[in-house]
């Protein structure tokens, strides 16, 4: 009697059957890194680019957010008008001027949230052209960066603490600043193929 192995779909006798071994990992393949994206928009030390256009984007929004920052100044003024009116027993209350303060308050008050709604479909429209590209580009520079640094796996920390996410953080994984130097002395228009530093 003759035994033999199944091996790939064939049938091999026993004898004259080889097994191949998985090939290996690649040297430095299983690094793993982590990056805090929240750290882009740090003034000293952050993505230049980034932090270039999150300065665009704020100014493009400047009327807008002075326009809501108004009415919400508005709507304190006559809170405080109104409870200084019903306060005061000693001075009987103008119904009428009463009235008229609660009116323009909840006008105000539908204003203030049109106004609202608006501003967050704006900010959002123009968060997606004047950020969406940077942030695009860093997103295939980190690509590169680990590529060409060895790193199977790189993290979004920040989005992992957002989610309540980590359980234990090796700070020696850290490699945000070496990320934000490589991505700052890259050429601005063009992404780069040599190596970091």
Known sequence: MVLSIAVSGQTVPAGRATVTPPPTAQPGSTRIGWIDT????????????????????????????????????KLESIAREIDTMTKNTAVPVNQTTLLAKQEEGQRLQREGEFK?????????????????PVSADIGKAIQEFAKQKGYAVVLDIAALASANAILVLDPAM????????????????????????
């Open 38 to 73: 929240q750290a882009f928009g740090d003034e000293r030390e952050g993505v230049t680019k980034y932090i270039a256009a999150y300065k665009d984007l704020s100014a493009q929004m400047k009327p807008r957010t002075a326009e809501l920052e108004g009415i919400k100044n």
């Open 116 to 132: 609202q709604k608006e501003y967050e479909a704006s900010l959002q429209s123009a968060s997606a052209r004047v950020l969406g």
């Open 174 to 197: 850290n490699i945000t600043r070496e990320f934000i130097a490589y991505y700052n002395t890259r050429p601005a228009t063009t992404a780069t193929t040599t190596a970091p530093r």
